[in-house]
């Protein structure tokens, strides 16, 4: 780890051990796991939860811990936000429903964009932040009757394309709406206050809590059939936040993932997942066995910039 100097980010990887980030919200999976990764790595940690969830810390949130330092969220009270942010030269921001609006449906999408308002104002009047990383989602790319496949070769997708908001209204997509709104608010207050922000469209998070009533997984099928359908492991999933935080030369969108979902095969791998109590053999053609989609979505942006990424998890 490089020793400690006024500029807290290397040429291209690397922190100092003065380094101050927050974590918002770190309640649920990928919070409490990035939270864990940046204490274990040298990075003073404020983690931000929306509720009484230290215990989703593990045992980074011991008290003798004075790399981690716990506040109490809540997204629509700018002063929780405020307090959180205060002394961070960085925010990992990703959206948690809160606990009245577990489900996503269309208010949700308004909930998600006050948040993500609030956040970004916060930032830009934290006068020690250089760097947001924003997490939305895959469903944000994915979605839009251009999309689909027609007589022409249908396009290959990544983060220059965006998810067509009437279209995710007219067939009831509420995760993806929301993710879409709230990530556009986002890039639109950081570029009108000069923020320094990334945003990583991650594909489905493979986490043991992952369910069939997962509000990504509405419209499944179709992504499956349009090659469209990627997850994303928890622990490539931190690295490639930290990876962004740390790299000077990242700049705008992400889209992540590790795995594509395009045999028969791997659908019902994650079928099983999904669904435990499920069959433990799906009846399937000798067809439907030997077909393959073809993948239509790339990540070779992320991939390029990991390369000579190494994840710390493994070096501590």
Same mark, same amino acid.
């Given at each position: ?13 690397g922190t100092t051990s003065s380094t101050t980030v927050c974590v918002m919200d770190a309640s649920g999976h990928l919070g409490s796991t990035l939270v864990q990764r940046l204490v274990q790595t040298g990075y003073t940690v404020h983690a931000a939860l929306q509720s009484h969830?230290?215990?989703? *810390? ?7 811990? +004075?790399? *981690?330092?716990?506040?109490? *969220?809540?997204? $629509? ?9 205060? %002394?961070?030269? %960085? ?17 949700? #999408?308004?909930?998600?964009?006050? /948040? /993500?308002?609030? =956040? ?13 990383? $924003? !997490?939305?989602?895959?469903?944000? =790319? ?8 027609? =007589? @022409? ?5 990544d983060e220059r394309h965006w998810t067509d908001v009437n279209f995710c209204r007219k067939f009831k997509l509420w995760h993806a709406l929301s993710k879409t709104l709230a990530e556009k608010t986002a890039w639109a207050l950081a570029m009108d206050r000069s923020l320094n922000? =990334?945003?990583?469209? #991650? ?15 509405? %419209? #499944? ?5 349009? %090659? ?7 622990? $490539?999933?931190?690295? /490639? ?22 045999? !028969?095969?791997? @659908? ?9 109590? @499920?069959? #433990? ?18 990540? +070779? ?8 990424? +190494? ?6």
């Open positions: 780890m490089a020793p400690a100097a006024s500029n807290p980010f290397d040429d291209h990887h969830g230290e215990s989703k *810390l593990g045992s980074v949130s011991c008290e003798n811990n +004075k790399r *981690l330092k716990i506040f109490h *969220l809540d997204p $629509f009270d700018y002063q929780s936000i405020v307090d959180a942010l205060k %002394g961070c030269s %960085g925010l990992f921001y990703t959206f948690e429903p809160p606990q009245d609006q577990p489900d996503y449906d269309e208010y949700m #999408a308004e909930v998600e964009v006050r /948040a /993500a308002h609030n =956040v970004l104002e916060a930032c830009a009047r934290t006068e020690t932040i250089d760097k947001v990383v $924003f !997490t939305s989602s895959v469903t944000a =790319v994915v979605w839009s009757s251009n999309n689909k496949s027609t =007589v @022409a070769a249908p396009p290959e997708l922000m =990334v945003s990583m469209n #991650a594909g489905l998070m493979i986490n043991p809590d992952l369910s069939i009533s997962n509000p990504y997984l509405k %419209g #499944a099928a179709e992504m499956y059939e349009d %090659g469209l359908l990627v997850t994303v492991d928890i622990n $490539f999933l931190v690295d /490639a936040h930290i990876c962004v935080f740390e790299d000077i030369t990242a700049y705008g969108r992400y889209v992540c993932f590790n795995k594509f979902i395009t045999q !028969t095969g791997d @659908a019902v791998d994650l079928a099983r997942k999904l669904t435990p109590s @499920a069959p #433990a053999s799906l009846p399937q053609s000798k067809d439907q066995d030997m077909r393959i989609i073809q993948e239509r979505i790339s990540n +070779k942006k992320l991939n390029k910039l990991m390369v000579g990424f +190494k994840s710390k998890s493994q070096m501590c």
